[in-house]
């Protein structure tokens, strides 16, 4: 079988991260974006994998090599010279999606849930339409474009966009899988997929929705990505509570807490609920970490505090000094000692000598 994941460009959302690294390289949960991505792929038998992205880095050309070796697939970069919309690269990628009659998957780089590829291929298969839609329920539908099914069916009958009057909950995951046919309603210009092709599938009685369980989340921005590191910990908890640290150590407080194995931790600590600790992470003596995501080579000094942040790559955090309010600090930023920092994004290769106490883009 075959997948086109939607990557696009520069990541300018999830800026400064994507600044140092490709946004599918970013680590999440200690695993870059598109490994978690891959992995459950494979597993429900894709082997076949095309990467839809408006330029092509270099790095990103390397680490992928190694993962073609690693699970005996191809990936295959299809280049945009023009932002082509959602439909767009299907168009472009037609040699290898209709290569033969197989399915294919499409999911949205950003996305993040528990990947139900394996279910959703058998659901596919079984009605025999040409698309099927992952959805995730909603607690407040009004703010999205909202799937409303046949009487009785799985089977979409339209969209309504940020609906006044309750008419369903269940909204577009973005994650999909098409029979090869769906290329024909395709060309290869800016298309929207949601807006333009889908309600000609619905139309037809083409178009199916598959509930996705657990949870779902676009990790595309800094807010985000730190909710759904909490919602994937919280997922992880329950599935494979073993990769998580023990409520036995000294320094967990509150649970979810995932160290790399290359990660030294002081004493007296309190860390959790929710924080993520990368490789070789060094974390001083009486640190309090909360809700926040510590990447590869951190440096967290004696009785710091970081809530509610992202920690970027070889950066540091200087004794008794404190990030909150969804800072998030580039590759190689340098917070000095009793600094307070609040809702700051900070470019790489930079050191914070004073406080920031309001939100803002530290250059």
């Excluded at 009958?157 to 369903?168: A, L, T, Y």
């Amino acid at each position: 079988m075959k997948a086109l994941i939607l990557v696009g460009g520069f990541g300018t959302r999830l800026r400064p991260l994507t600044l140092s690294v490709p946004k599918p390289l970013v680590d999440f949960a200690n695993k870059p974006i598109i490994l978690h991505q891959i992995e459950a792929l494979v597993k429900a038998g894709v082997s076949d994998i095309v990467l839809a992205v408006n330029y092509k880095p270099e790095v990103m050309v390397a680490v992928l090599k190694k993962y073609e070796e690693k699970f005996g697939i191809t990936i295959t970069f299809s280049v945009e010279e023009e932002p082509l919309g959602t439909a767009g690269p299907l168009a472009l990628a037609r040699n290898i999606l209709g290569k033969d009659d197989s399915p294919f998957f499409v999911l949205n780089a950003d996305v993040t849930c528990e990947y139900p590829f394996e279910s959703m291929r058998d659901f596919h298969l079984a009605h025999g339409n040409e698309g099927t839609i992952l959805a995730t329920k909603v607690e407040e539908p009004s703010k999205y474009g909202v799937i409303v099914m046949r009487q009785g069916s799985t089977q979409i009958d339209r969209f309504v966009e940020k609906p006044v009057e309750f008419v369903g909950n269940r909204i577009n995951a973005g994650i999909y899988m098409f029979s090869p046919s769906i290329l024909d309603r395709i060309e290869p210009r800016p298309t929207s997929i949601e807006k333009e092709i889908f309600p000609q599938m619905a139309g037809d009685r083409q178009l199916h929705t598959f509930d996705l369980e657990g949870f779902w989340m676009d990790i595309g921005q800094p807010k985000d990505f730190l909710t759904g590191t909490c919602l994937y910990l919280s997922s992880l908890a329950k599935r494979s509570p073993e990769q998580l640290a023990p409520a036995t150590e000294d320094f967990v407080c509150g649970g979810n807490v995932l160290v790399h194995p290359t990660a030294r931790i002081g004493q007296g600590c309190k860390i959790g609920p929710n924080v993520t600790i990368g490789p070789n992470v060094v974390v001083g003596n009486g640190v309090c970490l909360q809700r926040c995501v510590l990447m590869e080579d951190v440096h967290i000094k004696d009785y710091a505090w970081v809530k509610n942040s992202i920690v970027g790559w070889h950066s540091s955090v200087g004794r008794w000094s404190r990030l909150d309010g969804v800072t998030v600090l580039g590759d190689d930023v340098h917070v000095l000692d009793e600094v307070y920092v609040n809702g700051a994004s900070v470019l790489p290769h930079k050191s914070i000598s004073s406080n920031v106490c309001e939100p803002g883009i530290v250059m």
